[in-house]
């Protein structure tokens, strides 16, 4: 198979990419939301199709990472972003564990354990756009 040279039909076959990934990605959700209607929550997230859906968009997601640190201004210090993500991280995580820890029936273990979980979550995403915008920063400065 050749590869395609013409941008004009680059364009259009991303285009087709994008609308079949539409459509597969509305029949997943149609499927567990019938899961979900028919047999709840806990029957939604036994289906395999739950685990492809949720791969797909944190897949999607930290591809589209990369295309946002590229659209933005070069203004911006990726240690600033850094720093300020840290600080929202820590607190959300935090008042997350504090709130799960004086929920009835959960302990402050279950608290910590909640909010660390929240923040090492929140910290791979984090570190993953400190990565682009130094990685980005690193390529205008050799040009």
Sequence with gaps: MKKIKDERLVLQNLKNIRIAYIIQTVGILGILGYDLVTKGFDGMR???LWLVFILTTVI??????SISIDHEGNGKS??????????????????????VSITDGF???DGVMMGGIL???GLVPVIYIYYLRIKRQNEHFDE
């Excluded at 999607?60 to 990472?65: D, H, K």
């Excluded at 990726?78 to 993500?85: E, F, Q, V």
């Design 107 to 109: 302990t402050i273990i």
């Design 60 to 65: 999607s997601t930290y591809l589209s990472m």
């Design 46 to 48: 036994e289906n395999p």
């Design 119 to 121: 923040f090492i979550c």
């Design 78 to 99: 990726p240690k600033k972003g850094l720093n300020i993500s840290l600080f929202v991280i820590v607190i959300v995580s935090i008042l997350i564990g504090f709130f």
